[in-house]
C-alpha cells in the first residue's frame, strides 16, 4: 500500500485492491516470455505469480526488466517481488528474502547440433562458453578450469551465438535449455545430457519485508493444496510436479 515501505505491496487501486509489482526478464521461455502479437506476458513464472496474487488478493502489475537489474530494482523499490527463474544462493540471500522453492531446476548445456565433443562435464574444461549475465550458469561456468566465459545480456543471445559457432556451448537452466532447443533451435542445436547442477527456484522480495514474504509463501501453498499450481506445472511442462514441491 502506498506509503507503506516494507510492509507490503506498495500501491493501492481505487477497488481497493493491493498492486503486487512483479518485474521479470521476459526472455527466459518455458518460464516467462512476452507474446509478439499481443504483447502479454506467459509462462509458468507469469502463471505461478498471477494464481498467486489472485488467492492473496493481489493485482498482479509485471514489468520487464534484465535479469542482472531485478535485485537492483528490488533494493530501489521499483518492483515488490522478483520471478525469474531465480536460483535460490546464499550469496543472493545476503541481498533479499526468497520463499519457499516453487521449481527444482538444474545447470546444463546447449552445443550445435553438429558438436560431438561435450558429452560431459569434463568435456567442457577449455572451452568458450556463453552465459547470462549475473546468473548460476555464470558461476558454475568460471569454475571449469581452463574455461574462456562469454557473459551476455540476454541468454537468447547467447543461444544465437551457439548455433552462429561462437561460443562452444551455453551454460544455462536446463527447463530453458530445452525449451529453447525445441521451439526455437531449428534443429541446428541440442541439449547435451549435461546435469551440472540441482537448484531450488525462489521469488524474491526485498530483505526484511516479512509481511509480503508471508503473504507469497501463503498463496503458493494455497495454490498447491487446491491443485491449480501441479495444474499450471503440467501445462508448462507436461508433467506433474514431483511430490516434494508440493509439500
Known amino acids: 500500500m502506498a506509503g507503506c515501505g516494507q510492509t507490503g505491496s506498495s500501491d493501492t487501486k481505487s477497488s481497493g485492491q493491493r498492486v ?3 518485474g521479470m526478464d521476459a526472455s527466459y521461455p518455458p518460464f516467462g516470455s512476452q507474446n509478439q502479437e499481443t504483447k502479454d506476458y506467459e509462462g509458468f513464472d507469469v502463471d505461478i505469480i498471477r494464481a498467486i496474487g489472485e488467492a492473496e488478493g493481489f ?28 536460483t535460490i544462493t546464499d550469496d543472493r540471500k545476503q541481498s533479499v528474502d526468497f520463499s519457499k522453492p516453487y521449481y527444482i531446476a538444474g545447470l546444463g548445456v546447449v552445443t550445435r547440433a553438429d558438436n560431438d565433443t561435450i558429452h560431459t562435464a569434463e568435456d567442457l574444461q577449455g572451452k568458450t562458453l556463453g552465459v ?21 545480456n540476454a ?30 533451435g531449428n534443429k541446428k542445436v541440442r541439449s547435451a545430457e549435461v546435469a551440472l547442477t540441482k537448484e531450488d527456484l525462489g521469488i524474491a522480495v526485498l530483505k526484511g519485508n516479512t509481511e509480503l514474504l508471508t503473504k507469497i509463501d ?21 508433467k506433474q510436479p514431483p511430490q516434494e514441491l508440493l509439500q
Do not use: C, M
Open 132 to 152: 547470462s549475465i549475473g546468473s548460476t550458469g555464470e558461476e558454475a561456468a568460471r569454475k571449469i578450469p581452463g574455461a574462456n566465459v562469454r557473459v551476455f
Open 218 to 238: 501463503d498463496g503458493l501453498a494455497k495454490i498447491k493444496a487446491n491443485g491449480k499450481f501441479a495444474e499450471i506445472y503440467e501445462k508448462w511442462f507436461g
Open 59 to 86: 493485482d498482479v502489475e509485471i514489468s520487464n526488466r534484465s535479469f542482472d537489474g531485478l535485485i537492483p530494482a528490488l533494493q530501489a523499490k521499483e518492483i515488490d517481488v522478483a520471478i525469474n527463474d531465480i
Open 20 to 22: 503486487l509489482r512483479v
Open 155 to 184: 541468454i537468447n543471445e547467447a543461444f544465437l551465438e551457439v548455433q552462429n559457432g561462437g561460443v562452444d556451448a551455453v551454460v544455462n537452466d536446463i527447463p530453458t535449455n530445452e525449451y529453447y532447443v525445441s521451439h526455437a
